[in-house]
């Protein structure tokens, strides 16, 4: 299973972003998938998940401002990020989990800018 996450980049405070990641190699669908993201110097957190189903889960931090979506394939996942902050600066991980595995994509750098 490879996951390829793309979109990321640089792009100035206030601005948007949407990150896409398309998992490859798996004949069933995940049962959850989620961007995590780790700025320098901290450790790797949650940012966003969704189920098969359509359920979400945000972390605090982004409530409001980012939304977590599935396409029609179940096998890709899209972060929609809009008034980006410098805080939100970070390399951002592609997750996805099913009974017994976990997987996770090679990670793509946001950078915003003040």
């Known amino acids: 299973v490879q996951l390829q996450a793309s979109g990321g980049g640089l792009v100035q405070a206030g601005g948007s972003l949407r990150l896409s990641c398309a998992a490859s190699?798996?004949?069933?669908?995940?049962?959850?998938m989620g961007w995590y993201r780790q700025a320098p110097g901290k450790q790797r957190e949650l940012v966003a998940a969704?189920?098969?189903?359509?359920?979400?889960d945000y972390s605090d931090f982004v409530k409001g401002r980012f939304t977590i979506s599935r396409g029609n394939g179940m096998n890709t996942v899209y972060l929609q990020m809009n008034s980006l902050t410098i805080e939100d600066t970070a390399v951002y991980y592609c997750?996805?989990?099913?009974?017994?595995?976990?997987?996770w994509g090679q990670g793509t750098l946001v950078t915003v800018s003040s």
């Open positions: 997750n996805a989990r099913k009974l017994y595995e976990e997987h």
């Open positions: 969704i189920t098969g189903a359509g359920a979400t």
């Open positions: 190699g798996s004949r069933t669908s995940f049962n959850v």
